[in-house]
């Protein structure tokens, strides 16, 4: 009888184990559930999708691109970043909606966006409160980063494009008379215009002779130009400085073409390959000879950048324009951001931000103390439809 106890005793403390052993597998199951939970960075990337400048899909194509390569390579840890897409709807108002709607779900990191001036000019007076930065791939209107500690932005702003823009067409090309056409109501083309004013003014042998302006209608529809055109074409100007957004620029040039405004070039900060070859296809030549400060081109010749092309080829099938390259770096900047902070609180993040400097596809690379990126602006023209640096 005393074996039968023992044996039955042994049976049970069998089960016991056993319940502790699947016990101990189903906790140790669920914290390691908790733990990839955990090594998930939700950022949120504010991008126009839909609306009249709608031009998100190929910079979406860049950032998935870029997310891909620094999820496999440079977050320690084994912790991977996770995109949270807001749509802008192409406005400011909706650029403001899909900011808050990131805030408010309590889990974002960092904002990589707004695209447009206009956009961050929306959100500014909400960064400090909600503490998490924002991170602009393509906004480079004037003075916008000293208003915020938690604004960055990647692009070059037009302190440091058009000063050398206007220096490059005065000294290479002789440019003595120029016109200047800008929207009236975006942020970006306006602080363009006022900068190209400021750095002209510097300079006894070159003026201004024709300042026009145009507004978008409502719907997004571009505005037929011809009496500012020919307002511009009456001075006989050397060059017309084109003050706009990426969507905006073809309808300028075209209509100046059509007009018979020929062989004079166009001056447009942060032109685009993309813009060139739709204003091409539209009325071909026109954007011939076009002259542009900018961020990037392709034609740098430098371990990083060849590396995106190569890696932007073989993926997409395509070609990349600037604001893609822009869009690209962004991820990259905000990823040495997350390693140098070795946290996700937002502020540990936003102070690694202000102290990171390292080697991108647009150069080496860093942060002024306002939040404003720094390295070597380009000047470029378009010959047969591609660009050429110029001025170096």
């Given at each position: 009888?005393?074996?039968?106890?023992?044996?039955?005793?042994?049976?049970?403390?069998?089960?016991?184990?056993?319940?502790?052993?699947?016990?101990?597998?189903?906790?140790?199951?669920?914290?390691?559930?908790?733990?990839?939970?955990?090594?998930?960075?939700?950022?949120?990337?504010?991008?126009?999708?839909?609306?009249?400048?709608?031009?998100?899909?190929?910079?979406?194509?860049?950032?998935?691109?870029?997310?891909?390569?620094?999820?496999?390579?440079?977050?320690?840890?084994?912790?991977?970043?996770?995109?949270?897409?807001?749509?802008?709807?192409?406005?400011?108002?909706?650029?403001?909606?899909?900011?808050?709607?990131?805030?408010?779900?309590?889990?974002?990191?960092?904002?990589?966006?707004?695209?447009?001036?206009?956009?961050?000019?929306?959100?500014?007076?909400?960064?400090?409160?909600?503490?998490?930065?924002?991170?602009?791939?393509?906004?480079?209107?004037?003075?916008?980063?000293?208003?915020?500690?938690?604004?960055?932005?990647?692009?070059?702003?037009?302190?440091?494009?058009?000063?050398?823009?206007?220096?490059?067409?005065?000294?290479?090309?002789?440019?003595?008379?120029?016109?200047?056409?800008?929207?009236?109501?975006?942020?970006?083309?306006?602080?363009?215009?006022?900068?190209?004013?400021?750095?002209?003014?510097?300079?006894?042998?070159?003026?201004?002779?024709?300042?026009?302006f145009f507004d978008?209608?409502?719907?997004?529809?571009?505005?037929?130009?011809?009496?500012?055109?020919?307002?511009?074409?009456?001075?006989?100007?050397?060059?017309?400085?084109?003050?706009?957004?990426?969507?905006?620029?073809?309808?300028?040039?075209?209509?100046?073409?059509?007009?018979?405004?020929?062989?004079?070039?166009?001056?447009?900060?942060?032109?685009?390959?993309?813009?060139?070859?739709?204003?091409?296809?539209?009325?071909?030549?026109?954007?011939?000879?076009?002259?542009?400060?900018?961020?990037?081109?392709?034609?740098?010749?430098?371990?990083?950048?060849?590396?995106?092309?190569?890696?932007?080829?073989?993926?997409?099938?395509?070609?990349?324009?600037?604001?893609?390259?822009?869009?690209?770096?962004?991820?990259?900047?905000?990823?040495?951001?997350?390693?140098?902070?070795?946290?996700t609180d937002p502020?540990?993040?936003?102070?690694?931000m202000a102290d990171?400097?390292?080697?991108?596809?647009?150069?080496?690379?860093?942060?002024?103390?306002?939040?404003?990126?720094?390295?070597?602006?380009?000047?470029?023209?378009?010959?047969?439809?591609?660009?050429?640096?110029?001025?170096?």
């Amino acid at each position: 009888m005393a074996n039968v106890t023992r044996n039955k005793g042994a049976l049970d403390m069998k089960k016991i184990a056993t319940l502790m052993l699947i016990v101990v597998t189903m906790v140790l199951s669920f914290l390691s559930c908790a733990q990839d939970e955990t090594e998930e960075i939700p950022v949120g990337v504010i991008i126009s999708l839909t609306g009249p400048r709608a031009a998100g899909f190929d910079l979406k194509n860049a950032l998935d691109l870029a997310l891909e390569e620094v999820n496999a390579s440079l977050l320690p840890d084994g912790r991977k970043i996770r995109f949270i897409f807001e749509d802008s709807e192409s406005t400011p108002d909706g650029v403001e909606r899909a900011y808050r709607k990131l805030i408010e779900r309590g889990e974002v990191v960092a904002i990589l966006g707004p695209y447009t001036s206009s956009g961050v000019k929306r959100i500014i007076p909400a960064l400090g409160q909600n503490g998490v930065l924002v991170l602009s791939p393509t906004s480079a209107a004037s003075g916008l980063s000293t208003q915020s500690d938690f604004l960055f932005r990647c692009s070059l702003t037009v302190e440091r494009l058009v000063p050398k823009g206007v220096r490059v067409i005065r000294e290479e090309f002789g440019y003595r008379k120029v016109a200047a056409i800008t929207n009236r109501v975006d942020a970006f083309s306006q602080s363009n215009l006022e900068l190209l004013k400021r750095e002209i003014d510097k300079y006894e042998d070159i003026s201004i002779v024709s300042e026009q302006f145009f507004d978008l209608s409502g719907d997004g529809q571009f505005p037929d130009l011809t009496d500012q055109l020919i307002r511009i074409k009456d001075t006989d100007p050397d060059a017309i400085f084109v003050s706009a957004l990426a969507p905006e620029q073809p309808g300028v040039m075209v209509q100046a073409r059509r007009l018979g405004i020929a062989d004079v070039p166009f001056i447009i900060t942060h032109l685009a390959i993309g813009v060139v070859r739709a204003a091409n296809n539209a009325e071909p030549g026109s954007a011939e000879g076009s002259i542009t400060s900018t961020s990037w081109i392709a034609a740098v010749d430098i371990p990083e950048n060849r590396k995106f092309l190569r890696n932007y080829r073989e993926k997409y099938d395509g070609e990349p324009g600037s604001f893609s390259a822009l869009s690209y770096v962004s991820v990259y900047i905000l990823a040495e951001a997350v390693s140098n902070a070795v946290s996700t609180d937002p502020r540990a993040i936003r102070n690694a931000m202000a102290d990171l400097r390292l080697n991108t596809l647009l150069g080496e690379f860093y942060f002024d103390r306002n939040g404003d990126a720094v390295y070597e602006p380009i000047v470029a023209r378009v010959k047969d439809g591609k660009f050429e640096v110029i001025g170096q």
